[in-house]
């Protein structure tokens, strides 16, 4: 099968019926969840973890969070990054915004290549307008829970301005924060989602539930 994606091939040879989903109501029976298990499985199999291009994009899945969460902490503690910048705290802000900007731009750029590297789903590509739709939703939805965030927040309320002693005048508690706790962060891994979607490869879905992972754990560990 020639892979949606172009410059590479689909080593999994496709089943000659994948079957439909069930209509509104029915139920699979269990012949047909079989097949599906077996047409996800083959799926997972075809997937390389240790290919030059998953492995960058899975250490900056995790790294990317850790590092600003770490810079900030001891940003908080020694201020550090304010002495660097002379005592200029929302100068050394900005500098640490630039720089997780331009490394969740590496990260992005890295994921992206991480999932053209990897053959496409056999069973995402048979339901191809359910999950191009679904990639379509998904990113739109991220994208405006992301940009309201920052809207609303401010460079360096979105930049962790607070370890820096830059604080807000009072906490923000309207859209999207009044739908969700973490905007920046579920809608991030939305938009993650939406392009593994949009590209049907089960490696980006799995490097998406990583994303949400790495976000759940820093975000517990450093932000309660």
């Not at 509104?24 to 997972?44: I, P, Q, R």
């Not at 309207?174 to 939305?190: A, D, I, K, Q």
Request: aromatic share 18%; proline share 5%; with cysteine.
């Amino acid at each position: 099968m020639q892979s949606s994606q172009p410059g590479f091939q689909n080593p999994i040879p496709t089943p000659e019926v994948i079957p439909d989903m069930p209509a509104t109501g029915d139920s699979l029976n269990a012949s047909t969840f079989k097949e599906v298990s077996f047409t996800l499985l083959d799926d997972f199999y075809a997937i390389d973890f240790t290919s030059e291009k998953v492995l960058p994009a899975l250490f900056m899945i995790f790294f990317n969070p850790a590092f600003w969460n770490l810079v900030a902490q001891q940003e908080y503690k020694t201020h550090f990054l304010t002495k660097l910048f002379r005592g200029h705290r929302y100068a050394a802000c900005y500098f640490l915004g630039l720089t997780i900007f331009s490394i969740g731009i590496l990260r992005d750029y890295l994921y992206h290549e991480a999932i053209l590297s990897q053959p496409t789903s056999v069973f995402m590509s048979h339901y191809e307008d359910v999950f191009t739709s679904f990639g379509i939703a998904f990113v739109a939805i991220g994208q405006v829970l992301v940009l309201s965030s920052m809207w609303k927040l401010g460079i360096t309320g979105t930049y962790l301005g607070d370890y820096f002693g830059i604080l807000m005048k009072e906490r923000v508690t309207s859209f999207p924060f009044n739908v969700t706790e973490h905007p920046m962060y579920n809608g991030s891994t939305l938009i993650f989602y939406g392009t593994a979607f949009w590209y049907k490869s089960l490696a980006g879905v799995i490097m998406s539930e990583l994303v949400w992972i790495s976000y759940f754990i820093y975000s517990t560990l450093f932000e309660g």
